[in-house]
């Protein structure tokens, strides 16, 4: 199609701005984690003048980085798996069954989604600590076992609602043809529609994976200092005498690289499953 | 467009199971109750958690904020003294400072929330309407824009944060040697830090409006554009008339979502100034937290939480019951 001189000068234009926008934080983020700690702290410069890997050795040993790294994996790992599965069950069901609930369902799930997180965060913190005194011993406060249930409160709801979009768009045809050969509900779940579903499922998890890695709210109330994830963990890089800024720009370099080349990698399928969701 | 025949009605069905519409789904069609009971069966685990993170954190919220929950009675909750209303009225009464600071941390979020969404649907709709059209080079663009969104939200906040820094940090050395001041601007204090906040935030967020919309334009066939071109229509009027217009649903929810992650944001300002931040960046949820965990104040905590919610109960109501009606009548 023709373009006229207004039009690409638009694009220069956008471009020019927005890729500036993006390309300058990253540009420090990047320079300033190979830079000695004088530097950093000294006037800014756009070229490192002396290029050290010293901070990515030097992050593991400042603060218990592999503890929270592992705190971060456990903790976002098992509430994945766990609301991807209760996701498919419920999504399925959602999707293929008129049954009597399922607007009130519906319509809970996602009016939830929009509920600020502060709003769990005060009742759960308070039920936490009471069933604890109960108990006797710690088994929700500032554990993973309670934060892993508090990151459900925002995977849940979203995985239910992606998932439930995108079997919306795997043809009944296929359930039907499953059936008349005798498989049964889980059968043709399992064996039919969650192989079509698989690119769904996969950016299901990794959204949701996403989410809970950057989570701050709950990580900074729910967590002590030995389950303490990577959000909360980064800041200790700041102390009261000194803030090691090229070690917060490793460390933030570090946790990132994986979950964006993840992203970038299925971000295909994510948008097919956001837009599935949101033009119903 | 499509011209629907008796013949391609297999087709039709498919299209209508595919957007979700209510299937030929007969109950008891030849399989009995074990296939009427699947999806109680399905969706039990879900219910049950739902029941256990949402509905009685809920009912429990709302409990607490008619009761002077203060830090002596978090261990002992059942103590705590009713206070009905008190905390409502204290929020509501703007002319006490308690009152007044809280009216400010809501105007603040509501210019916050108003400023990052309008950026960053603008950022996004110009970067969508530009990588849309194929050209060289064009897929680096659409992944590079993509990636202050995958990043974790810390990550990214705290590399502004750096670079926000008076004495060592990127802004002020830049506006220094452009000569606009002299390099010693605080940006993460006083009325700057408002502004700093804003800046973060549609940074992060405006690729989320740019991944939604440009799915959206990809859903609009190209004969509509072919149409349009044959009538003489150039590619500004195409986008007035045919693409914006053509968006419209995707917009509904991707602003609405904007919407409510930026109104009900705490990661932005708690990352870049801790627990208390200044007060012109003292946006909703984090003078909540604050009232809750620096003053201990549960109660009054949750009853501000309880006012938050109902407002974007009724903004989104009234959101939706506005632009769905006119996008049916459209």
Redesign the interface.
């Known amino acids: 199609?023709?373009?006229?001189v207004?039009?690409k000068v638009?694009?220069v234009v956008?471009?020019a701005v927005?890729?500036t926008?993006?390309?300058?934080?990253?540009w420090?983020?990047f320079t300033?984690s190979v830079k000695p700690l004088g530097d950093?702290?000294?006037?800014?410069e756009w070229w490192p003048s002396h290029v050290t890997f010293q901070p990515f050795k030097d992050i593991w040993s400042t603060v218990p980085l592999g503890k929270y790294f592992l705190n971060s994996l456990i903790v976002c790992s098992i509430s994945m798996v766990l609301s991807v599965?209760?996701?498919i069950?419920?999504g399925?069901?959602?999707?293929?069954?008129?049954?009597h609930g399922?607007s009130v369902?519906t319509t809970?799930?996602l009016?939830?989604?929009?509920?600020?997180?502060?709003?769990?965060?005060?009742?759960?913190f308070?039920?936490f600590?009471?069933i604890d005194?109960v108990l006797g011993f710690t088994l929700l406060y500032q554990t993973r076992v309670g934060l892993i249930?508090?990151y459900?409160?925002f995977s849940?709801?979203f995985a239910?609602w992606m998932l439930a979009?995108y079997f919306?768009?795997i043809?009944?045809?296929l359930d039907e043809a499953a059936?008349v050969d005798g498989a049964s509900?889980l059968g043709t779940l399992f064996r039919v529609v969650l192989p079509a579903a698989r690119p769904g499922v996969i950016a299901v998890a990794v959204y949701s994976f996403?989410t809970s890695?950057?989570e701050?709210?709950f990580a900074?109330?729910m967590t002590s200092p030995d389950t303490q994830t990577?959000?909360i963990g980064?800041?200790s890089y700041s102390t009261q005498i000194n803030v090691y800024?090229n070690q917060?720009?490793a460390a933030?370099?570090v946790?990132?690289v994986p979950?964006?080349i993840a992203?970038?990698l299925l971000?295909r399928y994510l948008?097919?499953g956001?837009?599935a969701g949101?033009?119903? | 467009m499509t011209s629907h025949t008796t013949l391609d009605r297999t087709d039709g069905r498919r299209k209508a199971a595919r957007r979700g519409s209510p299937g030929p789904e007969k109950p008891g069609r030849g399989r009995g109750t074990s296939h009427r009971l699947a999806p109680y069966l399905l969706i039990a685990p879900a219910i049950i958690l739902e029941l256990l993170i949402h509905i009685v954190p809920m009912v429990v919220g709302v409990w607490m904020s008619f009761v002077g929950l203060t830090q002596a009675y978090i261990a002992n909750w059942s103590t705590a003294p009713w206070q009905g209303l008190s905390s409502y009225k204290l929020a509501l009464d703007f002319s006490s400072p308690v009152g007044n600071s809280f009216l400010h941390s809501f105007e603040v979020t509501c210019l916050y929330t108003v400023l990052v969404v309008g950026i960053s649907w603008t950022f996004g709709m110009s970067a969508a309407l530009v990588l849309h059209r194929n050209f060289r080079g064009c897929g680096l663009f659409r992944t590079l824009f993509l990636v202050p969104y995958a990043m974790p939200i810390y990550a990214g906040i705290m590399t502004w944060s750096f670079m926000l820094q008076r004495d060592n940090g990127l802004v002020n050395h830049v506006l220094k040697s452009l000569g606009l001041t002299n390099g010693d601007s605080f940006w993460l204090i006083g009325s700057n830090a408002f502004w700093s906040m804003v800046i973060v935030a549609v940074w992060r967020s405006w690729p989320f409006a740019f991944l939604m919309l440009l799915a959206g334009l990809q859903n609009i066939p190209d004969d509509v554009y072919d149409a349009a071109a044959v009538d003489g229509a150039g590619i500004w009027k195409q986008i007035r008339h045919i693409t914006l217009p053509a968006l419209r649903p995707v917009n509904l929810v991707m602003i609405l979502m904007l919407f409510l992650w930026t109104f009900n944001d705490f990661n932005t300002p708690f990352v870049l100034f801790g627990a208390q931040p200044p007060k012109s960046a003292d946006i909703i949820s984090v003078h909540i937290y604050g009232a809750s965990f620096v003053n201990w104040d549960f109660g009054f905590g949750s009853a501000m939480s309880v006012l938050l919610l109902v407002f974007l109960l009724v903004v989104t109501g009234l959101y939706l019951l506005v632009f769905n009606r006119r996008s049916r009548r459209a």
């Open positions: 199609m023709r373009e006229p207004s039009f638009f694009r956008v471009l927005l890729t926008f993006i390309l300058v934080p990253m420090v983020l300033s950093v702290q000294g006037k800014f599965i209760v996701a069950f419920a399925y069901a959602v999707s293929r069954w008129r049954f399922r369902f809970t799930i009016s939830t989604q929009m509920f600020p997180g502060i709003l769990f965060l005060l009742p759960l308070l039920i600590v009471n005194k249930i508090t459900l409160t849940l709801p239910i979009g919306d768009g043809p009944r045809e059936r509900t996403m890695w950057g701050v709210l900074s109330q990577l959000s980064l800041q800024w917060v720009m933030s370099l946790v990132s979950i964006v992203f970038l971000q948008v097919a956001l837009t949101a033009v119903k």
